[in-house]
């Protein structure tokens, strides 16, 4: 089994949640997550202390650091959260907007490039409404803060990965259940692997080229080779696996978002971590 030692974060069972998400690992062993639904940006540190970063804000569904310090996050727009908690707006769906004239809900998943590339997943409905499904959008935003979108083939664009040698990127697509893999400059798209159970939700990298996948209402997570064949499918203790990422010392150490828990049912989504067989692939930090 790639994962072992699965375990809930205590600091995050002493409180209700909603939908987590966004999980990373942060300077000195803090632990980073959002509520998607409740609100907020929220980090755990190394000593088990739990403190809002950012309150109230719905909808973060990626967040990725800044070299500067501080966190970029989704939502209605893209935000640095800086150290101290100042904000710095970056793009919002209005900006977007000009680009292609078809209207933008927010920014979901985000990730990043070899080289401080912010990338970002857009949805044009809303499906948490019922909305009839409309193709979304990646894009790229470079330091200058140019955007150039990579492409229009997603409808609901949600985890966002780079392959180790950076000449990848990886795409979960949560109406299509399936992963799409295509070059950076967004030529050459195609389904890598479709989802064994439930959906495509979160996508992490490893540092061999294999793609984690958190399977949404599938209750665990698939591992990919990075020809697209299934390798593992790793079952967690939750109904619903919303997000993970790689990180700490020897980037073996996982942390898992979910939407429910088995420990304390009636407080809704928690944080998990665990131990990898394999080292993930350390992700960049933006320069935007």
């Not at 809930?8 to 062993?29: C, I, K, N, S, W």
């Not at 980090?43 to 088990?48: I, Y």
């Not at 101290?84 to 000009?98: I, S």
Request: charged content about 20%.
């Amino acid at each position: 089994m790639l994962l072992r030692d699965v375990a809930p974060v205590t600091a995050v069972l002493d409180q209700p949640h909603g939908l987590l998400e966004a999980p990373r690992f942060g300077p000195d062993g803090e632990l980073i997550y959002s509520d998607v639904l409740a609100g907020g940006l929220w980090a755990v540190s190394a000593e088990g202390e739990r403190s809002e970063l950012l309150p109230k804000r719905r909808g973060i569904g990626g967040a990725v650091a800044h070299a500067g310090g501080g966190w970029v996050i989704s939502g209605r727009s893209l935000l640095h959260v800086q150290p101290g908690g100042a904000q710095r707006e970056l793009l919002d769906g209005a900006q977007l907007q000009l680009l292609d004239g078809e209207r933008v809900f927010g920014f979901n998943d985000l990730g990043a490039t070899p080289d401080g590339d912010l990338l970002a997943g857009v949805l044009r409905y809303r499906p948490l409404a019922g909305e009839p499904e409309r193709n979304g959008l990646l894009v790229r935003i470079d330091r200058r803060g140019e955007v150039a979108i990579i492409t229009d083939q997603v409808v609901w664009p949600n985890g966002i990965g780079v392959s180790p040698d950076g000449l990848t990127i990886y795409l979960s697509d949560y109406a299509r259940a399936s992963v799409l893999a295509l070059a950076p400059d967004g030529g050459d798209l195609r389904v890598l692997c479709r989802s064994p159970r439930g959906s495509a939700d979160g996508l992490a990298v490893d540092a061999s080229g294999g793609i984690w996948v958190a399977l949404g209402q599938g209750g665990g997570v698939a591992r990919f080779r990075s020809d697209g064949r299934l390798d593992q499918i790793i079952g967690l203790p939750a109904q619903f696996v919303s997000s993970l990422c790689f990180g700490g010392p020897d980037m073996r150490e996982v942390l898992l978002t979910t939407a429910d828990n088995q420990v304390l049912p009636e407080l809704g989504g928690t944080l998990m971590r665990a131990r990898s067989e394999l080292p993930g692939l350390p992700l960049c930090p933006v320069a935007v």
